[in-house]
């Protein structure tokens, strides 16, 4: 059973150009979750999804970032017009369902330079 | 706003002494805790958990210790190993069940 994959590794951009994180989470799991994490610091919460629904977005700036979980495929987060601020790394977990009840499994991370 | 927080940002132990890693959080209504271990440039790792109902968890060489009167949450481990340096962060659930508030995290670090 693979676990929550994350793609690319990493990812260097100029700045205005767009970034696009891909997610796939582990098997049987429709729920998806992503984090930012800024150098030395903890990770700080974006948006959690279900397959085709957004359920809580209160974490993802309003501007530039979208968030998506289409019935077939990875879940997305895409970042337009990139800017050195948006460096970091983004950590995508998923969950079997909105009951939490244990672990939340994460993947390895994508990891953004903008230059 | 209220937020989860950590004591000390580093710690340093000698392999085979006991570690305790510190958490304060601030929001009463949190009602479930996770720990998680964060190796560098991985993602972050469940360790144990513990619900508000419970004021000690033990797992495999883990202990997780609850103190609800002054909002704090230890991880115990016991035996460190040099396997074990790693970021550590507690992690709190909002009582709406839809994310995880994390902590900024203690660097572990275990001396041969």
């Known amino acids: 059973n693979a676990g929550v994959m994350q793609n690319p590794r990493h990812l260097v951009r100029r700045r205005g150009q767009e970034a696009r994180l891909r997610c796939s989470p582990m098997k049987g799991h429709s729920h998806v979750y992503w984090y930012r994490q800024l150098p030395e610091e903890g990770l700080k919460f974006m948006v959690y999804l279900q397959k085709e629904n957004i359920i809580d977005e209160s974490g993802m700036p309003k501007e530039r970032f979208s968030a998506e979980f289409p019935k077939e495929g990875p879940s997305i987060l895409r970042i337009q017009q990139v800017v050195r601020g948006d460096s970091a790394a983004y950590f995508c977990?998923?969950?079997?369902?909105?009951?939490?009840?244990?672990?939340?499994?994460f993947g390895e991370g994508s990891r953004l330079t903008v230059l | 706003g209220e937020s989860v927080g950590l004591h000390l940002p580093t710690l340093s132990v000698q392999e085979g002494d006991n570690s305790i890693i510190n958490c304060a959080y601030s929001?009463?209504?949190?009602?479930?805790f996770i720990w998680y271990k964060q190796e560098s440039g991985k993602g972050p790792q469940f360790i144990i958990d513990i619900r508000s109902n419970m004021d000690k968890r033990q797992g495999q060489r883990v202990t997780v210790l609850l103190n609800k009167t002054v909002k704090h949450l230890s991880l115990q481990i016991a035996a460190t190993q040099p396997g074990d340096s790693a970021v550590y962060f507690c992690a709190e659930l909002e009582t709406s069940g839809s994310r995880l508030t994390f902590g900024e995290g203690t660097q572990l670090t275990v001396n041969p």
């Open positions: 977990a998923s969950s079997t369902g909105q009951d939490f009840t244990g672990e939340l499994f």
């Open positions: 929001n009463s209504a949190s009602d479930y």
